[in-house]
């Protein structure tokens, strides 16, 4: 059986970059009594909300084009991965999640992405599933 950050998909550094690059984006105060909504639509977008927001933001251009420099298999494993620490999968159909983000692949990926609320908490949550912390990551593998 394959190690956790193995099976992943992706290494665990390059993650722990785009959970770091969309913290910095994420200027906004937490907001306890905020509810997520019911449901975030699957289908990757044109990432319009994101791009008219931080269009120009150095940050979210350096986050775009890192994720868009990822491979198709790690894209592919990042969407799956925020859609585990979102709840939409169990950490048993890891194999389901990146299925249907591999249908679901397309060029807007990053757009998509950086569109979803929560990303840095989902993709963190995402890791913690695989029992993998930014904590104990070396970013000299990035």
Avoid at 65 to 90: K, P, T
Avoid at 96 to 112: C, G
Wanted: aromatic share 8%; glycine share 6%; charged share 35%.
């Amino acid at each position: 059986m394959p190690d956790e950050a193995e099976e992943l998909g992706i290494v665990p550094e390059k993650v722990c970059y785009v959970i770091v690059a969309a913290r910095e984006l994420d200027n906004e105060p937490a907001d306890e009594d905020a509810e997520e909504p019911a449901h975030v639509p699957r289908d990757i977008g044109d990432g319009i909300a994101a791009a008219e927001e931080f269009g120009h933001d150095a940050v979210y251009q350096e986050l775009k084009s890192f994720i868009d420099g990822l491979n198709e298999e790690e894209q592919i494993n990042l969407v799956a991965l925020m859609w585990l620490g979102r709840g939409e999968y169990e950490r048993d159909e890891w194999e389901e999640a990146r299925e249907e983000a591999a249908r679901v692949h397309n060029r807007h990926t990053a757009d998509y992405l950086l569109d979803t609320p929560l990303l840095a908490d989902y993709l963190e949550e995402g890791l913690d599933r695989f029992d993998i912390s930014c904590d104990d990551v070396d970013p000299g593998r990035l």
